[in-house]
């Protein structure tokens, strides 16, 4: 047994933090991705990132989504699972840091107030 006991349960959740527009990726995050893809490094980047805001980021590429209007490209928007789990990028394995989410918190209190167990607050 053993590890730190989390407050959120990521398959009740429409995958909010796969919403965010700048998920960083590392060198070491296109390696893991294009191993996962079959490509070189350089077609990963090319493919799979785009330009981030800072000076040399590379972030995720997106998609349009019907709930949160655009989400991860890797994201399945009906099964709201991540399609390259076993291949996803540090900062997607380290979410959300702690062992709360405030946005699991926020939608569990939506979804008791709301008397609605799949109820999904448009933010």
Same mark, same amino acid.
């Given at each position: 047994?053993?590890?730190?006991? +989390?407050?959120?349960?990521?398959?009740?959740?429409? /995958?909010?933090?796969?919403?965010?527009? $700048? &998920?960083?990726? #590392?060198? !070491? %995050?296109? $390696?893991?991705?294009?191993?996962?893809?079959?490509? #070189?490094?350089?077609? /990963? $980047? @090319?493919?799979?990132? !785009?330009?981030?805001? @800072? !000076?040399?980021?590379? +972030?995720?590429?997106?998609?349009?989504?019907? &709930?949160?209007? *655009? +989400?991860?490209?890797?994201? %399945?928007?009906? *099964?709201?699972?991540?399609? +390259?789990?076993?291949?996803?990028?540090?900062?997607? $394995?380290?979410?959300?840091?702690? *062992?709360?989410?405030?946005?699991? %918190?926020?939608? *569990?209190?939506?979804?008791?107030?709301? @008397?609605?167990? %799949?109820? &999904?607050?448009? &933010?």
């Amino acid at each position: 047994m053993g590890g730190k006991r +989390v407050f959120y349960n990521c398959d009740k959740c429409p /995958a909010y933090c796969c919403s965010y527009p $700048r &998920i960083q990726t #590392t060198r !070491k %995050d296109l $390696r893991r991705l294009a191993k996962h893809f079959g490509i #070189t490094l350089e077609r /990963a $980047r @090319e493919k799979l990132t !785009k330009r981030g805001p @800072e !000076k040399g980021e590379r +972030v995720l590429r997106q998609q349009h989504d019907h &709930i949160y209007d *655009s +989400v991860c490209a890797f994201l %399945d928007r009906q *099964s709201r699972q991540c399609t +390259v789990y076993e291949s996803r990028p540090e900062i997607c $394995r380290n979410y959300p840091g702690s *062992s709360r989410c405030g946005y699991y %918190d926020f939608l *569990s209190f939506e979804r008791r107030a709301q @008397e609605d167990p %799949d109820f &999904i607050p448009l &933010i």
